[in-house]
């Protein structure tokens, strides 16, 4: 605090300087990289903020005086020359981003000392040269995901999408509740395989229920363009519906699809780390909604919930976590 002093001025508005994008799978000579951005119509200084990969310490990398984001511009700080650089001045405990997923911190600062601004991204698995960039969605909020394509010091690309999506969801069917059902799509020219070769690892659907199902490890395959359905049960699912004939089918059993709306999540297997954990990668992640939380602001579709009507994706090679993508039919 500073009582008596006008601090107007002294640090940006909430949201001016974003983490905007960062490389945390490089392998040989490729460094770790992560870039910020400006999204205002003025220039603004962020010599002495701080970057860091740790909440209990915020001030590993301390950004060198003077350097300055241009008004709707970009900076990028690299591993081999910026944050994991010792020979760099303001490298005061050397750091590189996680594979695995982690945390990334852009604190403001001021001779040494933190002020009053913070912007925060985590993030989880990442492919090899795959960087993670933030997405704005047709609600006005942010998504930080998987890129199409890397883009430091200029706009982000289009999210990475596939190659198998979250095509349909059916998690709250009329009369028998085990008849739900998710269908996943190939949306690629070729065949893909639900199971890791390197790894020995099948892909894996979870929600945030807690119920996790494993592909077969007798690898299972999608053709170009087919379809696939995940069932809670199958004989409540084949007593309700009729699937095109030859469509493969799996059940998950126990757990099952939140009615009022959740997270759901296809993944395949990414690294192993120091502790023997295996990591997963998301191919694709759903956050649907039943169109009532709360009551009047939220754009879900309600038919979905329990009229017989389904969540279907309108565009499958579209971004899939944003409700304008979605619709009941």
Not at 50 to 61: A, E
Not at 107 to 131: K, M, N, P, R
């Amino acid at each position: 605090g500073s009582p008596g002093w006008d601090d107007s001025g002294q640090i940006p508005e909430l949201g001016d300087i974003v983490i905007n994008e960062f490389l945390a799978h490089s392998h040989s000579a490729q460094p770790d990289w992560i870039e910020l951005h400006n999204t205002t119509a003025t220039a603004i200084n962020i010599g002495g903020w701080f970057l860091s990969d740790s909440d209990g310490d915020r001030m590993k990398y301390e950004i060198a005086a003077g350097v300055s984001i241009p008004d709707n511009g970009y900076v990028v700080f690299y591993e081999d020359q910026h944050f994991g650089n010792t020979g760099d001045p303001g490298c005061h405990v050397p750091f590189a981003l996680s594979e695995n997923g982690e945390t990334v911190y852009l604190t403001s600062g001021q001779g040494g000392v933190i002020t009053g601004y913070t912007d925060v991204e985590d993030f989880g698995a990442s492919e090899t040269d795959v960087a993670f960039g933030r997405y704005q969605k047709s609600t006005g909020t942010f998504n930080f995901v998987a890129m199409s394509a890397n883009t430091p010091r200029y706009p982000n690309a289009y999210p990475k999408v596939g190659p198998v999506v979250i095509s349909e969801i059916m998690y709250h069917p009329p009369g028998n509740a085990d008849a739900e059902y998710v269908e996943l799509l190939n949306i690629t020219a070729a065949d893909v395989t639900l199971y890791d070769y390197t790894t020995g690892e099948p892909w894996i659907f979870e929600d945030d229920g807690g119920f996790t199902f494993a592909f077969p490890t007798t690898p299972v395959t999608l053709h170009a363009g087919e379809r696939l359905l995940l069932v809670k049960d199958l004989a409540a699912f084949s007593a309700t519906f009729t699937p095109a004939g030859g469509t493969q089918m799996f059940a998950w059993g126990s757990g099952s699809l939140n009615n009022g709306g959740e997270q759901i999540q296809l993944s395949k297997p990414g690294d192993v780390d120091a502790l023997g954990t295996r990591y997963y990668i998301r191919v694709d992640r759903i956050v649907y909604s039943d169109g009532s939380h709360p009551v009047g602001d939220d754009p879900w579709p309600i038919s979905a919930d329990g009229t017989g009507d389904a969540l279907n994706r309108k565009a499958a090679a579209d971004y899939g976590n944003d409700v304008i993508n979605w619709q009941a039919a």
